[in-house]
């Protein structure tokens, strides 16, 4: 397998395709008599955009806005993996985190948007053929969607309807063009592009029934992206609408045992996945060190010689603290191991646990830490239709019920009498419990308009405490300009006609 690498001057950075379904393709552009002439051609281009994704979903793209909230606290043996943006402090337009997001997701939208604009001139032969190709030209749809509310959440300002329509959001670049500089697009903008490229994905995907477990996109999957972006936007009606079809369809059931549930983290199997990527051993494993494939490995750092483990970093106490004994999720998503750090052995530590790796994956006698990721699944929707009532006139009592319907089917106690601001926070608890990990966090506070402080850590003695108290002392106020980050240096240099977020 062989890399392909473009220079898109737009954002003037290189970027690379991980797949070498994509070797079609020229040095700077695609010429579609070689790249686009059968529907077999469009099966080997969409594979590769399969490919893509699944190289953008863990690793820096997931853990870098946790590692940057409130949940964790960075070891002594961290080595500063991950440091700038855990601090707040030094966290500046050059990070590597910042630089390399921003051209994953922006490398990827290259092939996406030549997928959708040449796609459509593969003629098919018949009506299943033509069928087939218009799925495809529906997840290209889908992947534009996804990837701009990524990029918009990380660099636009968060949606405020007042105001979306003169904030900056991020460049919307939409074809091909090697010599095209664009501006941000407005907030607004970015939103309205996105919503467009899911109704016109809802479309072609309409014959794609979804079913649990799905490793295609399917009308599900659409249905539940519509649900977080209508989140995102305040449109409280149209978020609970999409998130309560799904549950409402009982295809993608709540498990209620915790052997169901550890499936679903440790086997990448279960009812309640509406969309999870496939992953093939060997060929489709993330080589390790590989920036653009990425696993969680931040949370374990487990050490065959030893048999311990150096994680990077281990949750706060005030998390711990978050489940009750009888959820078990706290057993699963949590794991007391056998701590070793700077000589010292710590045997009554939690660690992130969620990751440990699928065995199925292994490649040796020791976890790998691969997974096929989670794109969606139904107990976000639960999430997202209780927040959704809860902020909508005379829905309390719904948002109560939804609320409860998970928390019963993770072993936790019901809850009776909430209403208002004790609901929210309810909300927003069991939100941190149930999507512990998978990068919400940091985009929920700003959501919320919440700062933070952090907590008691678990044991003072393995984490970093000097030369900044930053690490475990760290307050943010709401509104801090760092919960959106900056542009990278490199692409303010070479395109003029950006413009820098306040505060960096």
Same mark, same amino acid.
């Given at each position: ?6 220079? +898109? ?5 290189? =970027? ?5 379904? +994509? ?42 806005? %946790? ?5 964790? /606290?960075?070891?002594? &043996? ?34 996406? /948007? ?9 003629? @098919?032969?018949? &009506? $299943? ?22 990029? !918009? ?33 407005? !907030? &607004? ?15 072609? #995907? ?47 059931? +709540? ?40 696993? /969680? ?12 483990? =150096? ?8 998390? *711990?603290?978050?489940?009750? /004994? @009888?959820?078990?999720?706290?057993? =699963? ?14 045997? %009554? ?16 006698? $020791? @976890? ?9 699944? *139904? ?22 019920? +939804? ?23 309810? *909300? ?14 940091? &985009? ?17 003695? #393995? ?11 760290? $307050? ?16 303010? @240099? ?11």
């Amino acid at each position: 397998m062989k890399n392909i690498f473009y220079y +898109l001057t737009v954002i003037l950075l290189m =970027v690379a395709s991980v797949s070498c379904d +994509l070797d079609k393709y020229p040095y700077d552009a695609i010429e579609q008599s070689q790249a686009f002439k059968t529907l077999s051609d469009a099966g080997t281009i969409r594979n590769g955009l399969y490919g893509n994704m699944r190289s953008r979903l863990h690793g820096i793209y997931m853990f870098s806005t %946790d590692v940057q909230a409130d949940l964790l /606290n960075a070891t002594l &043996d961290f080595g500063n993996r991950n440091g700038f943006p855990h601090r707040w402090e030094g966290f500046l337009d050059t990070d590597y985190t910042i630089r390399d997001v921003w051209r994953g997701y922006y490398s990827a939208l290259v092939n996406v /948007n030549n997928a959708i604009a040449m796609l459509p001139s593969i003629e @098919t032969a018949n &009506d $299943t053929e033509k069928a087939t190709l218009d799925s495809y030209i529906g997840e290209a749809y889908f992947l534009r969607a996804y990837y701009y509310h990524q990029l !918009v959440l990380r660099w636009g300002k968060a949606y405020d309807p007042t105001s979306a329509a003169s904030d900056l959001g991020v460049p919307l670049v939409l074809t091909f063009d090697v010599t095209a500089k664009p501006a941000r697009a407005t !907030v &607004d903008e970015v939103y309205k592009q996105i919503l467009s490229d899911l109704t016109e994905a809802k479309t072609k #995907l309409s014959g794609v029934a979804g079913s649990p477990g799905s490793n295609r996109i399917t009308i599900d999957a659409v249905t539940a992206l519509q649900a977080r972006i209508h989140l995102h936007m305040r449109n409280w009606t149209e978020a609970a609408t999409a998130a309560k079809s799904l549950i409402t369809g009982g295809k993608y059931p +709540l498990v209620k045992s915790e052997a169901d549930f550890r499936k679903i983290w440790v086997n990448d199997a279960g009812s309640e996945l509406i969309f999870q990527l496939q992953l093939v051993a060997p060929q489709e494993l993330s080589p390790s060190g590989d920036p653009w494939n990425n696993v /969680n490995n931040i949370f374990l750092g487990f050490q065959p010689s030893t048999g311990k483990y =150096v994680p990077d970093f281990v949750p706060q106490q005030w998390v *711990i603290d978050l489940y009750e /004994n @009888t959820d078990f999720r706290k057993n =699963v998503y949590l794991a007391k191991k056998p701590l070793y750090i700077q000589g010292t052995d710590y045997p %009554d530590i939690y660690l992130i646990n969620k990751y440990p790796g699928n065995p199925a994956l292994f490649t040796g006698a $020791t @976890t790998n830490y691969q997974h096929k990721p989670k794109v969606l699944r *139904i107990a976000e929707m639960y999430l997202i239709a209780a927040e959704a009532d809860a902020q909508s006139t005379g829905g309390e009592s719904a948002a109560l019920t +939804l609320l409860n319907q998970l928390r019963q089917a993770r072993g936790a106690k019901e809850l009776a009498g909430l209403s208002g601001a004790a609901l929210m926070n309810e *909300i927003r608890n069991e939100r941190t419990r149930e999507l512990l990990c998978e990068g919400f966090r940091l &985009d929920d506070l700003r959501r919320w308009n919440l700062g933070f402080t952090r907590k008691t850590p678990q044991n003072l003695n #393995l984490i970093n405490v000097t030369p900044s108290a930053d690490y475990h002392q760290k $307050t943010v106020q709401a509104g801090d300009l760092k919960f959106t980050w900056g542009l990278p240096a490199n692409d303010l @240099t070479t395109n003029p006609n950006l413009v820098q977020n306040q505060g960096w």
